[in-house]
C-alpha cells in the first residue's frame, strides 16, 4: 500500500510560468516532508523540506505548502526554468524520535519546462 | 566535500549469480541508508545504519539481500542469488547526526549517491 501519492506522472509548463507538483499521503504519523529533484542517471538532490508545525516554507522560487487536514502537500516553482526540468519525488519522514528516520517516497513527477 | 559515491555505477548479472554493491558516504556522516528504486516506481526504504549499526533493516525484501557497514565507513549490499525481480536501482544515502547539526550548523538531510543500476538476466 503507497502511503505517498504522486499522481500526475508528467507536467509540462511554460518558462517563466508557475509549475505545482501535487502529494497526497495517507499515513497519519507523517510530520516531516520533503521534495527531492532528480536528474537523469543522479541520485536524488534535496530540494525543500517542512515540518507538520508549518503550513509553509519557501526557499528562493521553491515554496512548499502543506494542508494537514487534506493530508495533502504541493510545491511551487515561481518562475519556472528551463533547469527545473527534471523528476520531483515528493517524500515523507516520522521524527517522532528526533532522529535520522527512513523516508517514504512517491513515484515521482517529470516536469518539463517548455522554453 | 565529497559526495556519496557508489560503485559499481552499473552492473549486469545472470540470475543465480552474486553481486556486492558499494557505498562510500559522507566523511563524519553517522547515518547510512540504502534504497531501491524498480522499474520507475517509487524509491523504497531497504535499511539504515547508524554507525556500524542496523538500526532499521524492515525494508529489506528477504534474506538473500545481506548489508555490512564494517568500522562504521563504507557500506556493502550483496545479492546472492541475484533474482530477475531484483533488477533496479540501488541508491545510497547518508547524513549528518540530528544533534551534531544543530550544533554544527549544518543540515542532517539525506544526501544521495548517483545509484547503481543493477539489471539481472
Known amino acids: 500500500d503507497q502511503q505517498v501519492k504522486q499522481n500526475s506522472p508528467s507536467l509540462s509548463v511554460q518558462e517563466g510560468r508557475i509549475s505545482i507538483l501535487n502529494c497526497d499521503y495517507t499515513?497519519?504519523?507523517?510530520?516531516?516532508f520533503l521534495w527531492y529533484k532528480k536528474y537523469p542517471a543522479e541520485g536524488p538532490t534535496f530540494l525543500i523540506s517542512?515540518?507538520?508545525?508549518?503550513d509553509k516554507n519557501e526557499d528562493g522560487r521553491f515554496t512548499v505548502f502543506l494542508n494537514k487536514s487534506a493530508k495533502h502537500l504541493s510545491l511551487h516553482i515561481v518562475p519556472s526554468q528551463p533547469g527545473d526540468s527534471a523528476v520531483y519525488f515528493c517524500?515523507?519522514?516520522?521524527?517522532?524520535?528526533?532522529?535520522?528516520?527512513?523516508?517514504?517516497f512517491g513515484t515521482g513527477t517529470r516536469l518539463t519546462i517548455i522554453p | 566535500e565529497a559526495g556519496v559515491t557508489q560503485f559499481p555505477s552499473h552492473s549486469v548479472i545472470e540470475k543465480g549469480q552474486t553481486v556486492t554493491l558499494r557505498c562510500d558516504p559522507i566523511?563524519?556522516?553517522?547515518?547510512l541508508y540504502w534504497y531501491r528504486r524498480v522499474m520507475g516506481k517509487e524509491i523504497k526504504f531497504l535499511l539504515h545504519?547508524?554507525?556500524?549499526?542496523?538500526?532499521?533493516e524492515s525494508g529489506m525484501p528477504n534474506n538473500r539481500f545481506l548489508a555490512e557497514r564494517t568500522g562504521g565507513t563504507y557500506s556493502t549490499l550483496k545479492v546472492q542469488p541475484a533474482e530477475l525481480e531484483d533488477s533496479g536501482v540501488y541508491f545510497c544515502?547518508?547524513?549528518?547526526?540530528?544533534?551534531?547539526?544543530?550544533?554544527?550548523?549544518?543540515?542532517?538531510?539525506?544526501?544521495f549517491g548517483p545509484g547503481t543500476r543493477l539489471t539481472v538476466t
Open positions: 544515502a547518508s547524513s549528518q547526526d540530528v544533534l551534531t547539526s544543530f550544533w554544527t550548523g549544518g543540515s542532517y538531510e539525506q544526501y
Open positions: 499515513n497519519s504519523m507523517f510530520d516531516y
Open positions: 517542512i515540518s507538520s508545525i508549518k
Open positions: 517524500a515523507a519522514s516520522t521524527e517522532t524520535n528526533f532522529g535520522n528516520e527512513k523516508l517514504t
Open positions: 566523511s563524519g556522516h553517522d547515518n
Open positions: 545504519f547508524v554507525k556500524e549499526s542496523k538500526q532499521d
